[in-house]
Nanobody
């Protein structure tokens, strides 16, 4: 069982930056693939970025590639999402997710554990 707690959301102007954190409880954090997803009002939850088991690789949605960076600190059981050059269309609730069933996935259905979400609002 893994519990995830996100933090770091807030209100920022377009072009600004935020860093989200996701702290995980439980053991064997390095054996989990970690993902970030987001959900805007009236839209489905969509993939943003993921880190494969052990942190061997990362991948990003095309919409955030070059602006967002996912990193993980296995010693601190924490994964981060550095968001730069934010745009109003990045406004959403951001969720951290974990799974140890597979090495990595862009599908929300592959993730078994979810945080409560943190709101990111980007003003124009």
């Amino acid at each position: 069982q893994v519990q995830l707690v996100e933090s770091g959301g807030g209100l920022v102007q377009a072009g600004g930056s935020l860093r989200l954190s996701c702290a995980a409880s439980g053991r064997s954090f390095s054996t989990y693939a970690m993902g970030w997803f987001r959900q805007a009002p009236g839209k489905e939850r969509e993939f943003v970025a993921h880190s494969s088991k052990g942190g061997g690789g990362t991948a990003y949605a095309d919409s955030v590639k070059g602006r967002f960076t996912l990193s993980r600190d296995n010693a601190k059981n924490t994964v981060y999402l550095q968001m730069n050059s934010l745009k109003p269309e990045d406004t959403a609730v951001y969720y951290c997710a974990a799974t140890n069933r597979i090495a990595f996935s862009t599908s929300r259905r592959a993730y078994d554990y979810w945080g409560q979400g943190t709101q990111v609002t980007v003003s124009s």
